[in-house]
């Protein structure tokens, strides 16, 4: 592949309460267009509400460990991925990616990557993918318009944020050295370092409306938090 864009979609976007078509046939069609113009991308699968609610009821149900809870995140992120994988048909890579080192065997426009292993978040992931690839700009997919100076739910002072550098982003963000399975941040704090050290570019945007991502791939004017 040649320098392709990360795409990050949240398994809340696929799988908000049952599978959204609307926004898969949406997202089918853009990716095509684009494709058509040349662009490549790995598409990284988030497992959102499916992989919580798993991960809620295995807890409520049993004394699950820190890797059990992971894994019930890591199979749903695996079936969104497949479900995705498939609606490409031949524009994508006939396999779900596991691992950053299979991107070498892709001869497809279209990679769509799922989860390796307990330990770190579909962010992460992604950032991985980035630097296996040569990529060099990431936009995460998900269900806000912007990344907020505090939760906008909560605060009525809250900021949204169009522009903002790694280290002010990541102030933001709870300090954590190890992933936690089910944490909930616009983007995962060891994602967030990762991606610092690697200096990429990682895009926040609503999956809700994709002329937003079209408008950002076209280089106009999107709605989205752009860190780097």
Not at 110 to 129: L, R, T, W
Not at 193 to 203: D, I, P, T
Request: no cysteine; net charge negative.
């Amino acid at each position: 592949m040649r320098s392709p864009i990360i795409l990050s979609v949240g398994g809340s976007l696929v799988v908000p309460d049952t599978i959204d078509t609307v926004f898969l046939a949406d997202l089918k069609k853009l990716l095509e267009e684009e494709v058509r113009s040349g662009r490549e991308f790995i598409v990284v699968l988030g497992g959102g509400k499916t992989a919580r609610r798993y991960q809620t009821a295995g807890k409520e149900v049993a004394n699950l460990t820190p890797d059990e809870v992971d894994w019930l995140g890591i199979y749903s992120i695996q079936l969104n991925a497949e479900l995705v994988r498939l609606i490409f048909g031949p524009l994508a890579h006939r396999k779900v990616i596991i691992q950053p080192n299979e991107i070498a065997a892709v001869d497809r426009p279209i990679a769509v990557a799922g989860a390796e292993e307990p330990g770190h978040s579909s962010d992460f992931d992604a950032v991985e993918m980035a630097h296996q690839a040569g990529a060099k700009r990431i936009v995460n997919l998900s269900n806000i318009d912007y990344v907020y100076t505090k939760d906008p739910k909560k605060f009525a002072d809250a900021r949204k944020i169009e522009n903002i550098d790694w280290k002010s982003f990541r102030k933001l963000l709870p300090t954590v050295e190890e992933w936690e399975p089910g944490s909930n941040t616009p983007f995962d704090p060891v994602a967030a370092k990762r991606a610092e050290e690697l200096g990429l570019e990682v895009v926040v945007m609503n999956g809700n409306d994709l002329g937003h991502l079209r408008n950002y791939f076209e280089s106009k004017l999107f709605k989205g938090t752009v860190i780097k």
